[in-house]
């Protein structure tokens, strides 16, 4: 079906959101990028469709072959999107016109079996078999295909709803996992795709060249299990040893075409801490040539030893403490942006064989440790584990989860918030992308960006610098910086720190203020005073 005989194929972007791809807004991921250059290389024509398009009444269509994209392993909070439920996905079958093939994790669910291929390998390699007039079947992508495709699907990234900003186009350097050999962590699928598949510096440089050329503004590296490998030709040891010179081709490439962020994804604590010198040199060029908040996600799963056995996990307790030493090390330095320049996340999964009550508190130890060691924690992720490659003998105590949760929330990462962001701390390129009621949310562009609240409303889809004045759990507070006193509006004064609503009155009725001292014929307390010099600005009232 090649050519002629296959005038349209519409690719629906349902989004899916994994552990090696973010794809909910405002993330596009590399797979439907993927399909549409494989329907491209087909000889075919592409229609797009985004969850978020069909939301809005956006009309379905008439394809030859229709494929979907959705489904999220990693449930998590979205700000103001999500992927398409499967009440949305019956609705839209029937909408579908010619054939159909859906990929994701929705491929699995029962409210998929409408379609006429259900794809849980490689969607856009089964496309392109189907358009070619081959079997639809399961197989990888070569090597081959793979650039081939991300060129020709590249401009797909311009049919976004969220292009240029906030956009953040992922780009993947590998697929698989370098401990393939001895079957990887129990719930992980990657190391079923057998021997690692590296894409070359200059292959993956094309294509971010691509990019920018489009007016891609946000890119990051991510798809991989671990970036501080990336490059190494390790592929027996499930340890490898870090290729320093394929990682500074990559990225010194990368910072030269000057996108306006640039961030990565996961890391493997035990290269990090089995390869230390290699290791800094590593996280040194990532330093240097990404974006500040950038986030490196260790999978350290769990810290109790007898679930580290027991799940063939990839790293212990001890070695995910010595990489978070070493990332704060070269990265803990606050860099433009107001974050510092590169951060150790951690990933926790409950659930897994051999755990116990004890297994809670050995993790709770160990963030414990972390935090009175001083060092900083962007984001620590704990959910339960998903039996996507085999069913596991625990049954999760959701009383005991529930309680661990609230506790790291409430002793690990507001303590750690506190310090890796302290009031006062401009924050940079903050984009505002909701209202909610009288407070304006946004984030930074980047790799798990900290939620900014701004309690008051301001003009959305536009940059702001903020400058933090309280802290949540995984979240912040910040006014809009400068605040010039003399023209914000009344819900903006009462969130000034020591204002509140009757000061916040007074100061309107009595403003313009020339300076602080001037600000005594409003406010009778010096103390208060004095915690504004950080915040407030005294420009003209209009």
Partial sequence: ????????????????????ALGVPPYISPMVRAVTGAARDAGCQVAYLTADMLRRGDPVPDADVSVVLSGNTVPGKYLRSMPLSLKELTTLTPRLGGWKLIGGSSAWAPE????????????????????????????????????????????????????????VVEIESYRGCHRYTSGGCSFCIEPTKGRPLMRNPQDILAEAQKLKTLGVKNVRIGGQTDIVSYGSEDYE????????????????????????????????????????????????????CCTSGNVLALGMESADPAVHDANNLNSTGDQVLKAV?????????????????????????????????????IDLDLLTQIRDEGLLLRRINIRQVIPSRRAFNVRVNERRFRHFKETVRDEIDRPIMERMVPQGTVLRQVYAEVHDGNVTFGRQPGSYPLLVGIPYRVELNRFYDVIVTDWGYRSLTGLTYPFNLNAMPMAALTALPGIGKKRAAALAVKRPFSDLTDLFRAIDDPQVIAGLKDYVTFGPSD
């Fill in 237 to 288: 040891s499930g340890v490898p040893r870090p290729n320093v010179a394929a990682v500074r081709e990559l990225f010194e490439g990368l910072r030269d075409l000057h996108f306006d962020s640039l961030s990565v994804d996961n890391a493997d604590p035990a290269v990090i801490a089995t390869y230390q010198d290699e290791s800094a040199a590593v996280l040194t060029i990532i330093r240097d």
């Fill in 325 to 361: 030493r070493l990332i704060n090390q070269v990265g803990g330095a606050r860099g433009p942006t107001g974050m510092p320049y590169l951060l150790p996340g951690l990933n926790i999964i409950c659930g897994l064989d051999n755990e116990t009550a004890a297994t809670y508190q």
């Fill in 1 to 20: 079906m090649k050519g002629r005989d296959c005038p349209l194929v519409l690719v629906v972007d349902g989004y899916i959101d994994d552990p090696a």
């Fill in 112 to 167: 998929a079996a409408a379609f006429d291929f259900r794809i849980h390998q490689d969607l856009a390699a089964s496309l392109y078999d189907g358009l070619t007039g081959k079997e639809v079947k399961e197989r990888a992508r070569t090597l081959d295909e793979w650039n081939r495709w991300m060129l020709l699907g590249a401009d797909l990234v311009t049919s976004h709803q969220d292009f240029p900003e906030p956009l």
